[in-house]
């Protein structure tokens, strides 16, 4: 699964990853985060989320709030199976999109551009 999510966040248009803290992945979209990984076990998956789904996701066995985050609407997978790979993919994918959807015009425009081409 880490594997996994590491590609698929690196995949998106766009994106750009920073290290942190030695065991911390970030990943980023017009400069704003939107996904966290951390690099060693057990990997530990942070996200943004839509406001509607932030309650229905912590009611899950091994999701939690998102330390210092969650007042913005974050969660953190404590472990990677928490949820089908299928469903992490397309929520990782909707936390890409809630952050391209606050960026500005022009850097939206571009990143389309990006999508258009892939």
């Known amino acids: 699964m880490f594997d996994h999510t590491l590609d698929m ?13 030695d065991n911390e992945l ?15 076990p057990p990997h530990r998956i942070s996200f943004k ?14 999701i939690v709030p998102a330390p210092h985050l969650a007042r913005y609407h974050w969660v953190q ?11 992490l993919e397309s929520l990782l ?4 999109e ?9 850097e939206r425009e571009a990143i389309s551009k990006l999508k258009i081409s892939a």
């Open 93 to 96: 994918h909707d936390a890409y």
């Open 77 to 87: 997978l404590n472990k990677e199976d928490a949820l089908p790979t299928s469903e």
């Open 9 to 21: 966040c690196q995949s998106l248009p766009a994106v750009t990853v920073d290290k942190k803290w």
């Open 26 to 40: 970030r990943f980023f979209v017009g400069e704003k985060l939107f996904c966290m990984l951390s690099l060693e």
């Open 49 to 62: 989320c839509a406001p509607a789904l932030y309650h229905k996701l912590i009611s899950h066995p091994g």
């Open 98 to 106: 809630l952050i391209v959807s606050t960026l500005p015009p022009y």
